[in-house]
C-alpha cells in the first residue's frame, strides 16, 4: 500500500513540474495576471460601478483562462505523451493504467489550484485598486502591476547566471510576487496609511474564487478524459462547448428535466457550471457564504469521481504503443 502511494506521489510531482515547465502555460498565465492588473486603468464609462466592473471582468477571466489552461494541460500531460512513447514506457513499468490516469489529474489539478489562487489573488488587488471613485489606488496597482515584470526579470537573471530553468523559475516567483503585492497592499489604505492588515481588502471574493477553482477542476477532469482520444484543437473545442453548456443548462435543461427524459439525463450528466458562478451575490454587502461553497465542493468531488472513472475505464481499454 506505502508502495503504491508512493508511485502516485511520484507521478503527479513528475506531472505538476512537467505542467510548469511548458512555455504556453507561463505565457497564458502571465497575460491572465498582467491584463487583469490593468482592468482599473483600460476600463471606461463606469458610471460608478468601477469596483463592480472590474471584479467581474476579472472572475471571467479567471473562469475562461482557466478553461484553456486545463485543456492544454490535458493534452500535453496525456495525449502528447502518448504520442511520443512515454505513457508506454512508463506502464512497462509496475504501474497500473488507473494510478497513472489519477496521477495525472493530480499533477495537473495542483497547479491549477496554484494558477486559480494566483488569479483570485490578482482578482482582490485589482478590484481594490479601481474601489475609490475618480482615481486608481496606486497602494494596490503599483505592486500588482510590478509582478509580472519582476518575475521575469528575476527568472531571466537566475537562468543567466545559474542556468536553471527559465519558465518554472517564472512560474515560482509570479506566484511569489503576488504573494509579497498582497501582503504590502494589505498594510497600506488607499491614503498610504498603515492599517490593520486585510482591512482594505474586499475578502468576500474568495468564495467567489474558490467556486470558479472548483469548476475549473471539473472541466480540467473532462479534458483529461477527452485527452485520451483527441489533440489539442477538439478537446478544446468540446471543453469549450461543455463551458457554454454547464452556464445555461438551468435555463435550457432544467425547466424541462422533470417532463422529458432526455432533458433530465443531459441535465445530470452535463455539469451545472451556473452554481460555479456567482459573481452577482458580491453585489453590494452581499456575499457568498462558505456553507454553500462547501455545498459546492460536494457536487464538484462527486462529479469528479464520476468522470475520472469514466476515464480511467476508457483510458484502461486503449492501445498504447511506444515510439517508433
Same mark, same amino acid.
Given at each position: 500500500?506505502?508502495?503504491?502511494?508512493?508511485?502516485?506521489?511520484? #507521478?503527479?510531482?513528475?506531472?505538476?513540474?512537467?505542467? $510548469?515547465?511548458?512555455?504556453?502555460?507561463?505565457?497564458?498565465?502571465?497575460?491572465?495576471?498582467?491584463?487583469?492588473?490593468?482592468?482599473?486603468?483600460?476600463?471606461?464609462?463606469?458610471?460608478?460601478?468601477?469596483?463592480?466592473?472590474?471584479?467581474? +471582468?476579472?472572475?471571467? #477571466? &479567471?473562469?475562461?483562462?482557466?478553461?484553456?489552461?486545463? +485543456?492544454?494541460?490535458?493534452?500535453?500531460?496525456?495525449?502528447?505523451? $502518448?504520442?511520443?512513447?512515454?505513457?508506454?514506457? @512508463?506502464? =512497462?513499468?509496475?504501474?497500473?493504467?488507473?494510478?497513472?490516469?489519477?496521477?495525472?489529474?493530480?499533477?495537473?489539478?495542483?497547479?491549477?489550484?496554484?494558477?486559480?489562487?494566483?488569479?483570485? %489573488?490578482?482578482?482582490?488587488?485589482?478590484?481594490?485598486?479601481?474601489?475609490?471613485?475618480? *482615481?486608481?489606488?496606486?497602494?494596490?496597482?503599483?505592486?500588482?502591476?510590478?509582478? /509580472?515584470?519582476?518575475?521575469?526579470?528575476?527568472?531571466?537573471? $537566475?537562468?543567466? *547566471?545559474?542556468?536553471?530553468?527559465?519558465? =518554472?523559475?517564472? *512560474? /515560482?516567483?509570479?506566484? @511569489?510576487?503576488?504573494?509579497?503585492?498582497?501582503?504590502?497592499?494589505?498594510?497600506?489604505?488607499?491614503?498610504? &496609511? #498603515?492599517?490593520?492588515?486585510?482591512?482594505?481588502? =474586499?475578502?468576500? %471574493?474568495?468564495?467567489?474564487?474558490?467556486? %470558479?477553482?472548483?469548476?475549473?477542476?471539473?472541466?480540467?477532469? @473532462?479534458?483529461?478524459?477527452?485527452?485520451?482520444?483527441?489533440? @489539442?484543437?477538439?478537446?478544446?473545442?468540446?471543453? =469549450?462547448?461543455?463551458?457554454?453548456?454547464?452556464?445555461?443548462?438551468?435555463?435550457?435543461?432544467?425547466?424541462?428535466?422533470?417532463?422529458?427524459?432526455?432533458?433530465? !439525463?443531459?441535465?445530470?450528466? $452535463?455539469?451545472?457550471? &451556473?452554481?460555479?458562478?456567482?459573481?452577482?451575490?458580491?453585489?453590494?454587502?452581499?456575499? %457568498?457564504?462558505? +456553507?454553500?461553497?462547501?455545498?459546492?465542493?460536494?457536487?464538484?468531488?462527486?462529479?469528479?469521481?464520476?468522470?475520472?472513472?469514466?476515464?480511467?475505464?476508457? *483510458?484502461?481499454?486503449?492501445? !498504447?504503443?511506444?515510439?517508433?
Amino acid at each position: 500500500m506505502f508502495w503504491h502511494i508512493k508511485q502516485f506521489i511520484a #507521478l503527479t510531482r513528475l506531472t505538476a513540474l512537467e505542467a $510548469i515547465r511548458q512555455p504556453v502555460f507561463l505565457l497564458l498565465m502571465a497575460a491572465a495576471v498582467f491584463f487583469t492588473a490593468l482592468l482599473p486603468l483600460i476600463t471606461a464609462h463606469t458610471l460608478g460601478e468601477g469596483e463592480r466592473m472590474v471584479r467581474d +471582468s476579472a472572475l471571467a #477571466l &479567471q473562469f475562461v483562462a482557466g478553461l484553456v489552461l486545463g +485543456s492544454y494541460l490535458a493534452c500535453a500531460a496525456l495525449q502528447h505523451e $502518448i504520442r511520443r512513447g512515454t505513457v508506454a514506457a @512508463i506502464l =512497462s513499468k509496475p504501474v497500473s493504467r488507473g494510478m497513472l490516469f489519477l496521477a495525472k489529474f493530480g499533477g495537473i489539478a495542483f497547479v491549477m489550484l496554484l494558477f486559480s489562487a494566483a488569479l483570485t %489573488i490578482t482578482a482582490l488587488l485589482s478590484t481594490r485598486a479601481a474601489a475609490p471613485e475618480n *482615481f486608481v489606488d496606486w497602494w494596490a496597482e503599483g505592486p500588482l502591476v510590478a509582478t /509580472v515584470p519582476v518575475a521575469f526579470l528575476l527568472a531571466g537573471l $537566475i537562468n543567466y *547566471f545559474t542556468r536553471r530553468p527559465f519558465v =518554472s523559475n517564472a *512560474f /515560482v516567483l509570479l506566484v @511569489i510576487a503576488l504573494g509579497a503585492a498582497l501582503l504590502t497592499a494589505g498594510f497600506m489604505n488607499e491614503a498610504g &496609511q #498603515l492599517v490593520a492588515w486585510g482591512q482594505p481588502l =474586499s475578502w468576500k %471574493i474568495l468564495p467567489a474564487g474558490a467556486l %470558479i477553482a472548483l469548476a475549473i477542476l471539473v472541466l480540467a477532469a @473532462i479534458a483529461l478524459v477527452l485527452a485520451t482520444r483527441l489533440d @489539442i484543437v477538439p478537446t478544446l473545442s468540446l471543453c =469549450s462547448v461543455i463551458f457554454l453548456l454547464g452556464l445555461m443548462s438551468d435555463y435550457f435543461l432544467g425547466r424541462q428535466a422533470a417532463t422529458n427524459k432526455l432533458a433530465a !439525463v443531459l441535465y445530470g450528466v $452535463i455539469p451545472n457550471l &451556473q452554481q460555479f458562478w456567482l459573481a452577482d451575490a458580491l453585489a453590494g454587502d452581499g456575499g %457568498i457564504p462558505w +456553507s454553500y461553497v462547501g455545498a459546492a465542493a460536494l457536487y464538484a468531488s462527486l462529479f469528479l469521481v464520476f468522470v475520472l472513472a469514466l476515464g480511467m475505464l476508457i *483510458f484502461g481499454r486503449m492501445e !498504447v504503443r511506444s515510439a517508433a
